[in-house]
Each structure stands twice: as structure tokens, then as C-alpha cells.
């Protein structure tokens, strides 16, 4: 089984009532157009995963939220390629600068971008460590 096929297994039997829902093919084709070609572990992900919660409040998977989805106008904007992809409802959001080779990354409660490398190499890797260990 391979590393996507766990992480979605493992938070469907987990995590009985999480709610996920299918990613519109076009949502990659807009993403794709603005910033190049999407990385192939997280494209997958949400394939065969999708997004929406996992379990009650535990986290939320999106699929590329802008930062003007969530924060004030002068945050957003020194967020500039930046895409969300999660959110632990404690303040922090997960993403991907997308200008900048698909770097994964937070957003902490004052808005500003933190890759996270070497602790995670991909949102893949957060997940895998965040609820399969």
C-alpha cells in the first residue's frame, strides 16, 4: 500500500466522522494555470481522499483556499501565492507557496508564511505524522 492509499485509510477508519467531498477537476485546472503543475503526491491526495474534516474539529483538509478566503486584505496580500491546504482550528494554517517551488509551509496566528522544511517535506508528510503515529 503506498503512502496515500494509508494516510486515506487510515483517517476513514480512525476517524468515523469525517466528512470529505470530491475536488472538482476544474479546481485543478485553475490552480494549475495560475501556478504551474500541481505536486503529484498532493494532486493525489485529494483525488482519492477529497477534502472537508477530519473527524469533529480535529482538521480541516481544504483545497486551495486563497489567503483572501480567510484573512483581512493587508494579510492576504503579503501572502501573495500562497495556497492554503489546512487548518488545525488552533490558529495555524497549512500550505503551499506555490510561487516558490510548491515550498509546504504554515501560516501562524500573525499571517506570515514559515516553510517548514525539514520538519515536513509535504503536507503528505504533516498527515502522516499529525494522525498515523
Avoid at 486515506?8 to 466522522?17: A, G, M, P, R, Y
Wanted: proline residues 4%; charged residues 25%; hydrophobic residues 40%.
Amino acid at each position: 500500500m503506498n503512502r496515500i492509499d494509508t494516510i486515506v485509510k487510515t483517517i476513514n477508519e480512525k476517524f468515523l466522522d469525517s466528512s470529505f467531498i470530491e475536488v472538482p477537476q476544474e479546481e485543478f485546472i485553475s490552480i494549475e494555470q495560475q501556478f504551474g503543475e500541481i505536486p503529484s503526491d498532493i494532486k493525489m491526495l485529494y483525488l482519492k481522499l477529497g477534502y472537508g474534516s477530519i473527524g469533529r474539529g480535529q482538521f480541516s483538509i481544504h483545497c486551495f483556499l486563497k489567503p483572501t478566503d480567510i484573512y483581512d486584505a493587508e494579510t492576504a496580500r503579503q501572502l501573495d501565492g500562497i495556497l492554503i491546504v489546512g487548518d488545525d482550528f488552533a490558529g495555524t494554517c497549512y500550505a503551499y507557496d506555490a510561487k516558490n517551488n510548491w515550498i509546504f509551509g504554515c501560516i501562524d496566528y500573525g499571517g506570515e508564511f514559515e516553510p517548514l522544511l525539514p520538519m515536513y517535506s509535504d503536507f503528505l508528510d504533516f498527515l502522516e505524522k499529525y494522525f498515523l503515529d
